[in-house]
């Protein structure tokens, strides 16, 4: 596994978007802040761009940054981030940190700590232990795993240990003005 994870970084590193297992379904990863990266991704998935990526990040610390959460109640925030990791991804108003091109036309951004070991361990050592991400998935096609076009046109495809994915998408949720909407 230390191979992988080694390999893993230096593709991130580069602006390569890998395929990896996360708690809910694969995902398609890439450094967050390389509009390259996150342009590769749109690529790949045949994405339209109005559809905005999300962001997991290794802990509520260094995903807060790019969020503003001033007009929510500090005991709706620690109960919503109490879920991570897990597969809740929470849609909050986006800071200037966000990159422009990550969430194109879009105020929100979302987020997540997943509860991936190998993928938590990824991001602990990327760049502000954050990754821009999606399903790993050709737009309009099952999440459930990725398609063959799509495995053989990334650099690395990191197959998931049996049973460490529920193959199930994260729960969203949204947050304005303190109210909690479920998206799905």
Same mark, same amino acid.
């Given at each position: 596994?230390?191979?992988?994870?080694? #390999?893993?970084?230096?593709?991130?590193?580069?602006?390569?978007?890998?395929?990896?297992?996360?708690?809910?379904?694969?995902?398609?990863?890439?450094?967050?802040?390389?509009?390259?990266?996150?342009?590769? $991704?749109?690529? =790949?998935?045949?994405?339209?761009?109005?559809?905005?990526?999300?962001?997991?990040?290794?802990?509520?610390?260094?995903?807060?940054? &790019?969020?503003?959460?001033?007009? =929510?109640?500090?005991?709706? =925030?620690?109960? !919503?981030?109490?879920?991570?990791?897990?597969?809740?991804?929470?849609? &909050?108003?986006?800071?200037?940190?966000?990159?422009?091109?990550?969430?194109?036309?879009?105020?929100?951004?979302?987020?997540?700590?997943?509860?991936?070991?190998?993928?938590?361990?990824?991001?602990?050592?990327?760049?502000?232990?954050?990754?821009?991400?999606?399903?790993?998935? $050709?737009?309009?096609?099952?999440?459930?795993?990725?398609?063959?076009?799509?495995?053989?046109?990334? #650099? !690395?495809?990191?197959?998931?240990?049996? #049973?460490?994915?529920? =193959?199930?998408?994260?729960?969203?949720?949204?947050?304005? #003005?303190?109210?909690?909407?479920?998206?799905?």
């Amino acid at each position: 596994m230390k191979i992988l994870s080694k #390999k893993a970084f230096n593709l991130i590193l580069n602006n390569e978007p890998i395929i990896v297992p996360t708690d809910t379904v694969y995902g398609l990863v890439c450094r967050y802040d390389s509009k390259s990266a996150v342009s590769k $991704i749109y690529k =790949l998935k045949k994405r339209e761009r109005k559809k905005p990526l999300i962001l997991l990040g290794y802990s509520w610390n260094v995903l807060k940054k &790019f969020v503003t959460v001033e007009s =929510l109640h500090a005991r709706t =925030l620690r109960q !919503l981030i109490k879920q991570w990791p897990g597969p809740l991804t929470i849609i &909050f108003p986006a800071s200037k940190a966000v990159p422009s091109f990550l969430n194109k036309g879009y105020k929100t951004v979302g987020i997540r700590v997943p509860g991936n070991k190998f993928l938590l361990k990824l991001l602990s050592q990327c760049p502000e232990k954050v990754l821009a991400s999606t399903s790993a998935n $050709i737009s309009g096609k099952s999440d459930k795993k990725p398609q063959k076009e799509l495995i053989k046109n990334v #650099k !690395l495809f990191i197959k998931a240990k049996k #049973k460490e994915m529920s =193959l199930k998408p994260s729960k969203i949720v949204e947050v304005r #003005k303190d109210k909690i909407k479920i998206l799905r």
